[in-house]
């Protein structure tokens, strides 16, 4: 993670020294940035996605819990190691939502980058501005949708699976 900040600062640094000398028309690079990433929704949803995904894997788990099945995911485990005793509700909260940030993070530092990228290409490009903002729309999309599917595709079969098997118990 500390290598995506570097690389992050890095590419903003260097995207700013050669937009100094920018023309009236060219916003400037900090409020073009951030302005583009807070209102792109590419920014969130990877980390609502997942953290809702993983509250309701969390949520759907208690009734085992109660029931003396143990944790698999050593994250949300006592000791750390899989397969033992599940921290408590209040806890495991607390960790989806440190999860969140930190997936929040990961979109961030993607979005700033692709931005400033866009940023320093546009006025190079002025032809192809259209392209430029095109494609960086779809690198942020395919960046959030890969993200959300490999972050939240388990905890959402997982889910699915508490549910069932919930019903089949007689747990419900």
């Known amino acids: ?50 953290w809702e ?25 006592l000791s750390g190691r899989g397969n033992d005793i ?4 209040a806890e495991g909260n607390r ?12 979109s961030l530092v993607n979005n700033v980058s692709t931005r400033v990228v866009e940023h320093w290409l546009v006025p190079r490009y002025p032809n192809h501005r259209k392209l430029v903002r095109t494609l960086g729309w779809i690198e942020r999309g395919a960046v959030a949708s890969y993200l959300s599917y490999r972050m939240s595709a388990g905890h959402f079969a997982q889910w699915r699976d508490n549910e069932q098997r919930a019903r089949q118990m007689g747990f419900r």
Do not use: C
């Open 1 to 50: 993670m500390r290598t995506v900040r570097v690389l992050a600062v890095a590419l903003t640094l260097i995207a700013a020294t050669n937009v100094s000398a920018q023309d009236k028309d060219q916003p400037s690079l900090i409020a073009d940035v951030a302005r583009g990433v807070l209102l792109d929704p590419t920014t969130y949803a990877p980390a609502i996605i997942t």
């Open 95 to 106: 960790q989806i939502l440190i999860d969140a940030f930190a997936n929040l993070q990961v």
């Open 86 to 89: 599940a921290v408590g509700y």
């Open 53 to 77: 995904a993983t509250r309701l894997d969390w949520r759907s788990s208690q009734v085992f819990f109660r029931n003396g099945f143990h944790e698999q995911n050593p994250n949300f485990t």
